[in-house]
C-alpha cells in the first residue's frame, strides 16, 4: 500500500522536475537581404522555437519544427544555429555564434556575441557583422493555473494524512 509521505515526496518530485526541465523560447526578428529593390520597404525576418534546452552545439531547425517563421521572400525553409562560424566554414571576420535563416530562394547570415544562443534575455546582431537582427531567449515554465493546481493537490494530500491516521486509530478501538 502506498503511504501518503511516499504520495508527497512523488508529487514534490514531480513538481521540481517540471520547472527545472522548462523549455526554452527563441524569439527573432532581423532584416532579411541587403541592396532591396526600389519601393521593397518591409525586409523583416521572423521565427520562434522552442526547445528542450540551451543551443549549445551546431542544430538545423527545419520549418516543420519552428512554432512560426516568416521572411519576406518566398517562405521560410530552415534555421541553422552554429556555436562557431569559423568552424562551419562560414567566411567572417570573427569566429563567433551564427544562425542562418533560409527561405527557398535566399539565405541570411546572422552573427552574434560568444554564448548568446545560452545567455536569456535581448541579444542584438553583432553590428559590424551580417544583417541587424535581435533574438530574444526566454525560459518557458508551466502555467500559473498549472502550478497552482498542482500546489493545490500536494496540500490535500498533506492535510489528509493526520484525518486518515485519526479514523484508522477510531477503527481500532472501536475493535478492541
Known amino acids: 500500500m502506498i503511504s501518503i509521505r511516499h504520495l508527497v515526496a512523488v508529487s514534490l518530485t514531480a513538481l521540481f522536475c ?6 526554452v523560447n527563441y524569439s527573432f526578428s532581423g532584416f532579411f537581404g541587403a541592396n532591396l529593390p526600389e519601393g521593397w520597404q518591409d525586409a523583416t525576418a521572423t521565427f520562434s522555437i522552442t526547445l528542450p534546452d540551451v543551443i549549445s552545439s551546431d542544430l538545423t531547425v527545419p520549418v516543420e519544427s519552428m512554432i512560426s517563421c516568416s521572411v519576406p521572400f518566398g517562405s521560410c525553409r530552415q534555421v541553422k544555429f552554429v556555436v562557431s562560424s569559423f568552424n562551419a566554414g ?27 544562443f545560452a545567455t536569456f534575455g535581448e541579444n542584438a546582431n553583432l553590428a559590424n557583422v551580417g544583417s541587424p537582427a535581435k533574438l530574444t531567449i526566454s525560459s518557458v515554465v508551466p502555467e500559473p493555473g498549472t502550478l497552482a493546481t498542482m500546489l493545490l493537490g500536494l496540500c490535500g494530500l498533506v492535510l489528509r494524512a493526520p484525518l486518515r491516521g485519526k479514523a484508522k486509530r477510531a477503527i481500532s478501538a472501536s475493535r478492541a
Request: cysteine-free; aromatic content about 16%; overall charge negative.
Open 90 to 116: 562560414w567566411t567572417t571576420p570573427l569566429d563567433t555564434p551564427a544562425l542562418l535563416l533560409s527561405s527557398e530562394s535566399a539565405g541570411v547570415f546572422y552573427y552574434f556575441s560568444s554564448n548568446a
Open 18 to 23: 517540471s520547472v527545472s526541465s522548462a523549455s
